[in-house]
């Protein structure tokens, strides 16, 4: 599944409308967020994750769903279940990431 981009008007129907939802926070600015990219990229098109929805949010511009999640570093991730936040984590590496998917 392709990620997909999300903001404050589009987040809460993303939410409402996906059971799973992973959420990566990140800036233009930030470089580790854009290292990150293609591993998130991957991760979407992974087997094991075909039931969960890949979504970026640019944190900058999105001030309400940066406050939903608690962003306070980049890049963040969150995890959602049925609209719920259910973990969220501050990491640049793909096995924390994977962790996380793999509990949601």
């Known amino acids: 599944m392709a990620v997909e981009i999300a903001n404050d008007e ?14 990566k926070y990140y800036a233009d600015w930030c470089g580790s967020c854009k290292l990150f990219s293609p591993k998130f990229k991957r991760l979407s098109g992974d087997e094991r ?21 608690g962003v306070d570093t980049l890049p963040f991730f969150t995890t959602f279940k049925n609209g719920e936040l259910i973990k969220a984590l501050s ?3 793909e096995e924390s990431l994977v962790e996380m998917l793999s509990a949601l």
């Not at 409402?16 to 959420?23: C, M, P, R, T």
Request: proline share 3%.
């Open 10 to 23: 589009t987040l809460k129907t993303q939410l409402s409308e996906h059971s799973k939802v992973v959420i």
């Open 49 to 69: 994750f075909t039931d969960t929805v890949f979504l970026e949010v640019d944190a900058e511009h999105s001030p309400e769903a940066r406050k939903l999640a």
């Open 91 to 93: 990491t640049a590496k």
